[in-house]
């Protein structure tokens, strides 16, 4: 019996043990950088006192899912994909409520020429696909956005058609920018 018993202990024992260790070895570790100090493997990054972000790098580039959270009230705000620095796919953008708010997609360099007054080089260099939607989930607006370093600076503006729907989800305009 007392045989059984030490075997049962040191059997125990060293399954603990080698439970631990392999958990430990699990961890991933954030916010690292490679050997040239550039950003590598996840990262979480404060914004500011009420932002955060969460995304993957490789070589410094963002690669891979991003997210970025409201830290007051713990919310996401945004969740999208980057390749080699690049927005691709499509972009989901929440309200204060949870609510899809807007998608953006088809992410590209943009070739049309906007007037002067509102862009000192006549050209944004980036373009998307915009949807946005009312809280109840119809369709509010849709058509292309022009921006100048991401979709969310203060710089971004409508260009081409665009429709525009009440609550219901109906079209009620459609409106040229040029």
Known sequence: ?????????????FLSY???????????????V?????KEGFWKEN??????????????????????FNTVRNELVSMGEYKNDIETGIWYIFGDYGHLLMMQSDFQKNTYQIPLEHHAQGICPYRCYSISFHPNGNKKSEGVLLWDE???????FEYGEWKYYDESGELTKIKEFK
Do not use: C, P
């Open 18 to 32: 080698f439970d631990a260790v392999a958990q430990k070895g699990y961890v991933d570790e954030i916010n690292q």
């Open 1 to 13: 019996m007392k045989i059984n018993f030490l075997i049962l202990f040191v059997a125990f024992f």
């Open 34 to 38: 490679n050997n040239e100090g550039q």
């Open 47 to 68: 914004v500011n006192e009420h932002f955060r972000t969460e995304t993957y790098y490789h070589k410094g580039k963002k690669n891979g899912i991003y997210k970025m």
């Open 150 to 156: 991401s979709a969310d600076s203060d710089f971004v």
